[in-house]
């Protein structure tokens, strides 16, 4: 059994964008997060598969609605942060206050506890681990936001590649880390289980490496998307550089086709429950 995880979040609300778009600007373009998630949402449905949705409280201020309707049909609501500004931009003290609202706002939806976080663009690097405590000890149970790989933006390229207890990498704290899905050739880690990479790759190379993980490793891989993934219709940001177009656009129209593939393909359910977290 995999993890399917979704970060909640708008098109315009993405890194690759933060040069042209302040966030004090979100309000004056048109949302289609709710579309884009409905969506995500049917397709589960078909397949009968439950998922992780890692929601930003900007989001479920402003339509509550949808984080009721992903909980209604089954799945699990966790945190993306409230803004989506990257934790090494924040202090420890306006990171605590990001997760402790997101947290209460999410629960206040559904009456359930919130367990899981994800950074926003994966922003736990090593001069960021501190907000593994603080996640600690604001009550959430897990992480998913350390992506063992070299990034210019993001990436930890020594991490353990499978679940770990935190506490076991320089952090001591209680917390399950479970790191995006690489898959190691020779002496380096290639992204190949969500996002960017999922559309560039071929889906039979894909299909392959996550067999490969699955059959040979005997591990659970974690897979990602966003809803503005399954967008092509998305309007378009102008006056971003040549690298942050190409991973926001690359083959949005092939994004759909490709994810009822996978959902064929392999099985999924909730973090939670990959990782048996009980309560
Ligand atoms: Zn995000």
Same mark, same amino acid.
């Given at each position: 059994?995999?993890?399917?995880?979704?970060?909640?979040?708008?098109?315009?609300?993405?890194?690759?964008?933060?040069?042209? /778009?302040?966030?004090?600007?979100?309000?004056?373009?048109?949302?289609?997060?709710?579309?884009?998630?409905?969506?995500?949402?049917?397709?589960?449905?078909?397949?009968?598969?439950?998922?992780?949705?890692?929601?930003?409280?900007?989001?479920?201020? #402003?339509?509550?609605?949808?984080?009721? !309707?992903?909980?209604?049909?089954? +799945?699990?609501? *966790?945190?993306?942060?409230?803004?989506?500004?990257?934790?090494?931009?924040?202090?420890?003290?306006?990171?605590? *206050?990001?997760?402790?609202?997101?947290?209460?706002?999410?629960?206040?939806?559904?009456?359930?506890?919130?367990?899981?976080?994800?950074?926003?663009?994966?922003?736990?690097?090593?001069?960021?681990?501190?907000?593994? !405590?603080?996640?600690?000890?604001?009550?959430?149970?897990?992480?998913?936001?350390?992506?063992?790989?070299? +990034?210019?933006?993001?990436?930890?390229?020594?991490?353990?590649?499978?679940?770990?207890?935190?506490?076991?990498? +320089?952090?001591?704290?209680?917390?399950?880390?479970?790191?995006?899905?690489?898959?190691?050739?020779?002496?380096?880690?290639?992204?190949? *289980?969500?996002?960017?990479?999922?559309?560039?790759?071929?889906?039979?190379?894909?299909?392959?490496?996550?067999?490969?993980?699955?059959?040979?490793?005997?591990?659970?891989?974690?897979?990602?998307?966003?809803?503005?993934?399954?967008?092509?219709?998305?309007?378009?940001?102008?006056?971003?550089?040549? #690298?942050?177009?190409?991973?926001?656009?690359?083959?949005?129209?092939?994004?759909?086709?490709?994810?009822?593939?996978?959902?064929?393909?392999?099985?999924?359910?909730?973090?939670?429950?990959?990782?048996? /977290?009980?309560?």
């Amino acid at each position: 059994m995999n993890a399917l995880t979704i970060d909640v979040e708008d098109y315009f609300q993405v890194e690759a964008f933060a040069s042209v /778009i302040d966030p004090q600007n979100w309000k004056d373009y048109p949302s289609r997060v709710g579309l884009n998630t409905k969506k995500i949402l049917d397709i589960l449905d078909e397949s009968q598969t439950k998922a992780t949705f890692f929601c930003l409280g900007w989001v479920a201020e #402003r339509q509550p609605h949808l984080i009721k !309707e992903i909980a209604a049909r089954g +799945h699990e609501i *966790a945190s993306h942060g409230y803004d989506h500004q990257p934790v090494y931009r924040k202090s420890p003290q306006t990171f605590r *206050a990001d997760v402790k609202e997101t947290k209460q706002i999410l629960e206040d939806l559904t009456g359930k506890p919130v367990s899981g976080y994800r950074a926003p663009t994966y922003s736990i690097t090593k001069k960021t681990l501190w907000a593994l !405590e603080i996640l600690a000890e604001e009550g959430y149970r897990y992480d998913s936001s350390i992506f063992p790989i070299k +990034h210019d933006l993001y990436g930890i390229p020594d991490a353990p590649r499978f679940p770990f207890n935190i506490n076991t990498f +320089h952090v001591k704290t209680k917390l399950i880390e479970f790191p995006l899905t690489t898959l190691r050739i020779l002496n380096l880690n290639i992204p190949i *289980a969500g996002g960017g990479y999922f559309r560039l790759f071929p889906y039979t190379f894909i299909k392959k490496a996550l067999r490969h993980i699955n059959n040979k490793e005997k591990q659970p891989f974690i897979f990602y998307l966003h809803p503005w993934e399954l967008d092509p219709n998305q309007p378009r940001i102008n006056h971003i550089s040549w #690298r942050s177009r190409f991973r926001h656009y690359v083959n949005l129209d092939k994004t759909e086709g490709k994810f009822r593939k996978l959902l064929s393909d392999f099985r999924f359910s909730t973090v939670l429950e990959v990782l048996s /977290i009980k309560f």
